[in-house]
């Protein structure tokens, strides 16, 4: 009994499927169906694990005669079969060997190449850091800026012209709150350059803000309380050197300014007039975008500004107040010696804007040949009680 016919009787007789065998050796149903044909042999391993399936030995199932006296005479044959298996078992071994090794060999080729090239582009890379490294520090090498105190003659530039701010908004519902833009922008920096900003606070000390970098400029942007009083100092500090300027926003003359019309007057018989005329007037120009409801005007003494001289109420349209006619009774030392005029005006949210001027007159045969206001003065009531004064003086 041949191969073939022994797997077909030892697979019935343990009532084993073709599909059931397949599986166990892992390979397909086809070639079982194949190896029982006697169209196929299996090798040398599959036999060994065909034998130790079933539980027989390899002579059993390779068709041999189990007779004791026969154990030690296979024959020739028999072992010739064996010896092709075992040594076409050990070609393909040795074929796929090689295969192996010839793919490895094409790996490492690759993997060599590719490390160069990436070996190569490391140190590209390295070097143009190096480059764009040396460049930045010859663009930002150290550059001290002078002290604008240093009187010397190559000095003249003025600190102060690198620095600059600008109110950008007020807060709607607390409008003493404003939002400024702080720039420092030096012509040269070292840097370390440190920039920062003192600004006053309640309890009369000062609280340290600090400008970010942005490009060649150190710029803040911060919300302050424009009602208190102090100065704003800028504070730019490196390495060697620590430079000052001088901040302090004019808040005042940020929320409102004015455009005075007054020109029309007459002084007689010690009684300074204006005529009912619309030319007298003031213009309120107000950044808050509100509109005036009521105005008032008051005239004292420079020298004692707690005598009135003169007050009345004024009428008010378009932002503009109208002085309208006027008869006040002063000497004439007084007209001489100047006299002050407060114009007020509220608007509809209950900030009362204030416009102080110094009026002075030019007068021959007490008649005014000419008016002149200057020393103006701007402040602000709010609602709460706070309040901004500043002084601005014309050239």
């Known amino acids: 009994m041949n191969f073939s016919e022994n797997l077909r009787r030892l697979r019935k007789a343990k009532d084993i499927k073709q599909e059931a065998l397949a599986e166990a050796m892992n390979v397909s ?10 169209t196929a042999m299996p090798d040398f391993k599959k036999l060994n694990a065909l034998a130790e399936y079933f539980g027989v030995t390899m002579d059993e199932l390779l068709g041999f005669s189990n007779d004791k006296n026969n154990n030690d005479n296979i024959n020739d044959y028999t072992k010739e079969y064996i010896n092709e298996l075992i040594t076409l078992e ?3 071994s040795s074929e796929k060997i090689k295969e192996l090794y010839k793919k490895l060999k094409t790996c490492a080729v690759i993997f060599c190449v590719a490390l160069a090239v990436i070996i190569f582009f490391m140190i590209s890379i390295n ?36 620095a600059s701010y600008e109110v950008l908004s007020f807060d709607k519902d607390k409008p003493w709150l404003a939002n400024v833009c702080f720039t420092y922008a030096p012509e040269t920096y070292s840097n370390s350059l440190k920039v920062t900003l003192e ?36 504070l730019a500090k490196d390495d060697s050197n620590t430079s000052t300027i001088d901040l ?13 019309y007054i020109s029309t007057v007459t002084y ?47 009428r008010v349209a378009d932002n503009t107040v109208f002085l309208g006619y006027l008869k006040a009774k002063i000497d004439y030392e007084l007209i001489l010696t100047n006299v002050d005029f407060e ?11 204030i416009y102080y001027t110094n009026v002075s007159f030019d007068l021959s045969d007490e008649e005014i040949g000419s008016v002149e206001t200057d020393n103006e003065q701007y402040e602000i009531e709010f609602p709460n009680g706070k ?9």
């Open 29 to 38: 149903r086809q070639t079982v169906s194949k190896w029982e044909n006697g």
């Open 90 to 92: 050990n070609m393909q």
């Open 127 to 162: 070097n143009q850091i190096d480059n764009l490294k040396s460049q930045i520090n010859n663009v930002q090498s150290p550059q001290i800026i002078q002290d604008d105190s240093d009187d010397s003659p190559g000095n003249t530039h003025d600190m102060s012209d690198d």
């Open 199 to 234: 600004v006053p606070q309640d309890d009369n000390k000062t609280k340290e803000l600090e400008f970010e970098r942005k490009g060649g400029k150190f710029v803040l942007e911060t919300q302050l309380d424009a009602t208190i009083k102090g100065n704003y100092t800028l």
């Open 248 to 260: 302090t926003p004019d808040y005042a003359s940020e929320y409102f300014n004015v455009d005075n």
């Open 268 to 314: 007689k018989n010690t009684y300074l007039q204006f005529k009912a005329e619309d030319s007298n007037n003031v213009k309120f120009n107000l950044n808050s975008k509100q509109e005036l409801e009521k105005a008032h005007l008051k005239i004292y003494s420079s020298k004692n500004k707690d005598k009135v001289l003169f007050e009345k109420d004024c």
């Open 343 to 353: 114009i007020s005006a509220t608007d509809k949210n209950g900030v009362k804007y």
């Open 387 to 395: 309040t901004i004064i500043n002084n601005s003086y014309d050239d």
